[in-house]
């Protein structure tokens, strides 16, 4: 998950008690009346930036993304908790200031009379489902405290709004640090070197962690009313069976319509179970809800001739999906099936290091889940250098022999392109000498792909019917690369067929939708927004500004392109009428 984290400071500190309300009205107090009123005004009025989104704009479906956002809940009675969580008072509470806000959550820093600060979480209302989110998420802390994971003590919680605040809560330690991500970009080599190997120890540290089945991390005294599944108990001396594997929190079992399904979340006993059951939420929400569809992609739709896609290509990709995946559990190696907990989000704005680049937080663990390893191994989105062939290779990175002789906006270009194979290569030798393990499982048969598949398999389906079904073309191709297939079938046969002529098909509309990816990813580059259209307040004019000559130069190709004035009109309005950066309604994908 991106965390776009911005510090933000209120423009004065909170410190009006609504004791003051009640006065009485009468010539002595007059005065006193009035600045009561004033002092209370304020109060709302920074109360009101508290609960709303303040870091960012964005560029369509604007309105929709502030509502998700909007979280309000009762001030005085949230400090009176945060400070009651460390033992003092709310009279003791000298400042609650918002100082980020990330995709999920609202973060407030709470300052003692006596200088002790502390962390207050909020969630915003998008997040489903809160009660297993912020419960899983405060057991998870909890958990890698006691093996020594460098990660925030909480001091208090709620994982229902039903208290005195109006909110869910956690309360945590204030961690001090540098936050890597404000590093990450003008790290030295040496510099970048160390960075990559602490990240990778703790990695190694984290899968060294054993649990007896997948999904997520809760108390056990969470789970009893809340799921009539068993709690599974941790073999963990210090805990002394405090915690169990509950439901897993993963965005994508719960997205929509989907939280309304009795499907199977978890816990999962085997990793055929872990590995089928996003796509049997699929089948259940299809089933259910499933109805024709332009691909929410809207750069998609022109590959699909702006025509809705079937659900039912889904429904049949996702059963041929359940045919194969008992055939891509690692058999041969029981190690790659071990449960494995790992950070959610390794972004390196999740990471808060010392001066000397020594990991002290990690902090957002929220949506953690606990997966087979095969499936929670790989590159981290922010570390693999994805596509380029040097960094696949593992070969030592280094500078093109004609460096030198490269004007300064090539010579720029080429260290950006060294620092993120440098980035790479660290990663994947200090993961071979440190935490070999993983790299066993990302070498292993087809890894990379088992992941792949598994993803498109379980995420919400979107209107998208290429990839999933590319991917289980790819892997009907490569089969003979799958080693020890289970029994049932006999050994070595695919259950999928596909002619050339159908293959060829489905990898060609694939390879089109990638570059379709690629596009996506230019324009929003070019427009300086992220995937949801999302922008630095002080930047959102500028890219409306960039995104509408950016459209007056699409109609410029179109017009060098395009033969006649009608089909040009034609063509037009079809673009017009999906054009990515404007809003749409997202219902249907719900």
């Avoid at 709470?110 to 489903?128: C, H, Q, S």
């Avoid at 039912?312 to 059963?319: D, F, K, S, T």
């Avoid at 010392?354 to 499936?375: A, E, K, N, R, Y």
Wanted: with cysteine; glycine share 6%.
């Amino acid at each position: 998950m991106l965390v776009r984290a911005r510090a933000i400071r209120c423009t004065s500190h909170l410190v009006i008690s609504t004791n003051r309300a009640l006065i009485p009205l009468n010539p002595l107090s007059i005065s006193r009346t009035f600045s009561t009123y004033h002092a209370l005004t304020r109060h709302s009025a920074e109360s009101s930036e508290l609960f709303e989104y303040t870091s960012g704009r964005w560029i369509f479906n604007e309105s929709l993304r502030l509502a998700e956002r909007r979280r309000v809940f009762n001030v005085p009675e949230l400090k009176r908790l945060a400070a009651e969580s460390i033992n003092q008072s709310a009279e003791d509470v000298a400042s609650f200031e918002k100082v980020a806000e990330g995709s999920f959550n609202r973060v407030f820093l709470v300052t003692m009379n006596d200088g002790t600060k502390l962390i207050a979480r909020v969630p915003y209302p998008l997040i489903e489902p809160k009660y297993f989110v912020v419960a899983s998420e405060v057991a998870t802390l909890d958990y890698l405290r006691l093996h020594d994971i460098p990660v925030p003590k909480v001091f208090g919680y709620s994982a229902t709004s039903d208290n005195a605040a109006g909110t869910e809560y956690i309360f945590m330690e204030y961690i001090r640090g540098q936050i890597l991500g404000n590093l990450w970009f003008d790290l030295s080599d040496d510099d970048c070197s160390k960075a990559i190997k602490n990240i990778v120890d703790l990695e190694a540290r984290l899968f060294k962690l054993r649990f007896p089945a997948s999904g997520s991390l809760y108390y056990t005294a969470d789970l009893c009313s809340k799921t009539d599944r068993p709690p599974v108990p941790i073999e963990d001396p210090p805990s002394n069976g405090r915690f169990s594997i509950g439901p897993e929190t993963t965005p994508r079992m719960w997205f929509g319509k989907r939280r309304e399904l009795q499907v199977e979340r978890g816990p999962y006993e085997t990793a055929e179970a872990a590995l089928t059951a996003g796509a049997k939420k699929e089948l259940a929400y299809l089933a259910r809800f499933g109805k024709r569809l332009q691909p929410r992609e809207r750069v998609y739709r022109a590959l699909y001739g702006y025509k809705e896609v079937s659900h039912l290509g889904q429904v049949r990709n996702l059963e041929d999906y359940l045919r194969v995946a008992p055939y891509l559990v690692p058999e041969n190696i029981k190690s790659l099936c071990q449960p494995t907990i790992r950070h959610p989000d390794w972004h390196p704005n999740n990471i808060l290091v010392s001066d000397d680049l020594t990991i002290t937080g990690l902090i957002d663990w929220q949506h953690g889940s606990i997966l087979p390893l095969f499936l929670n191994c790989g590159f981290p989105q922010h570390i693999w250098n994805c596509g380029d062939e040097v960094s696949k290779s593992l070969d030592t990175p280094k500078l093109p022999d004609n460096f030198d002789d490269l004007d300064d906006s090539d010579q720029l270009k080429e260290l950006e392109i060294l620092r993120k194979r440098r980035i790479h290569h660290y990663y994947a030798w200090y993961t071979a000498m440190l935490n070999p393990v993983h790299t066993i499982a990302m070498d292993h048969d087809l890894s990379l792909m088992k992941g792949l598949i598994f993803n498109h398999a379980s995420n919400p389906w979107d209107g998208d019917m290429v990839s999933l079904k590319a991917d289980l073309v790819y892997i009907a191709q490569n089969w003979d690369k799958l080693s020890n297939p289970s029994s049932g079938t006999k050994a070595g046969v695919c259950p999928l067929e596909y002619s050339n002529g159908e293959a060829n098909s489905w990898l060609m509309f694939n390879s089109w939708q990638i570059g379709g990816d690629a596009q996506i990813l230019n324009f929003r580059n070019h427009i300086g927004c992220g995937p949801d259209g999302w922008v630095p307040s002080d930047g959102y004019d500028k890219a409306k500004q960039r995104e509408m000559k950016f459209k007056e130069t699409a109609f410029e190709g179109l017009k060098s392109e395009t033969t006649s004035e009608s089909d040009l009109e034609k063509v037009w309005a079809k673009m017009s009428e999906n054009w990515m950066f404007d809003d749409f309604d997202e219902e249907p994908y719900q």
